[in-house]
T-cell receptor, first 114, second 108 residues
Framework: DTGVSQDPRHKITKRGQNVTFRCDPISEHNRLYWYRQTLGQGPEFLTYFQNEAQLEKSRLLSDRFSAERPKGSFSTLEIQRTEQGDSAMYLC????????????FGPGTRLLVL | GQQLNQSPQSMFIQEGEDVSMNCTSSSIFNTWLWYKQDPGEGPVLLIALYKAGELTSNGRLTAQFGITRKDSFLNISASIPSDVGIYFCAGLDYKLSFGAGTTVTVRA
């Protein structure tokens, strides 16, 4: 399967712990996006990369959120000092900037903060 | 917050019926996308629209990109049980801005 993959699919953590999620994009895609989705809503944009450059990060929800894509392939999203309000589905998507930027999503990581 | 308004919020449909849902925006988008999401999964791309006025089909799905570039509709013909799910419209300007979704439930 050459689609977008995310790991883990589910994460349960206690408030105050740090968590890290990984996304592997479609291999030929140069853009990678992170979104967050809460119950009953559509996904909400957080940040994106073109190759290893992070081009937009002002939508990250707080300074507890950070993302990296060090080699321009996979990406990680870290949440430090988790809060109950961080409970959500975190989605990754990828696209190829030369073909209309249509974005394809991974299966998501469901985070529950207790 | 969400810039796009989807309607209806939910619908119950009879198997075999045609259904329609739409999406409006306060902003212009140059690309509109329709996705379907099953519980616990990521959104799956159904149709992409790149040109104002464009009408595009994908099997039993038909979508149109409004001429003002501020709206789009999606039609599903001859609905079947696997059409159950949440349908999202999204406008693209490097990032996707989503509506809140239309939940479709099919009565067998």
């Amino acid at each position: 399967d050459t689609g977008v993959s995310q790991d883990p699919r589910h994460k349960i953590t206690k408030r105050g712990q740090n968590v890290t999620f990984r996304c592997d994009p479609i291999s030929e895609h140069n853009r990678l996006y992170w979104y967050r989705q809460t119950l009953g809503q559509g996904p909400e944009f957080l940040t994106y990369f073109q190759n290893e450059a992070q081009l937009e990060k002002s939508r990250l929800l707080s300074d507890r959120f950070s993302a990296e894509r060090p080699k321009g392939s996979f990406s990680t999203l870290e949440i430090q000092r988790t809060e109950q309000g961080d409970s959500a589905m975190y989605l990754c998507a990828s696209s190829w900037s030369e073909t209309g930027e249509t974005q394809y999503f991974g299966p998501g990581t469901r985070l529950l903060v207790l | 917050g969400q810039q796009l308004n989807q309607s209806p919020q939910s619908m119950f449909i009879q198997e075999g019926e045609d259904v329609s849902m739409n999406c409006t925006s306060s902003s212009i988008f140059n690309t509109w996308l329709w996705y379907k999401q099953d519980p616990g999964e990521g959104p799956v791309l159904l149709i992409a629209l790149y040109k104002a006025g464009e009408l595009t089909s994908n099997g039993r799905l038909t979508a149109q990109f409004g001429i003002t570039r501020k709206d789009s509709f999606l039609n599903i013909s001859a609905s079947i049980p696997s059409d159950v799910g949440i349908y999202f419209c999204a406008g693209l300007d490097y990032k996707l801005s989503f509506g809140a979704g239309t939940t479709v439930t099919v009565r067998a």
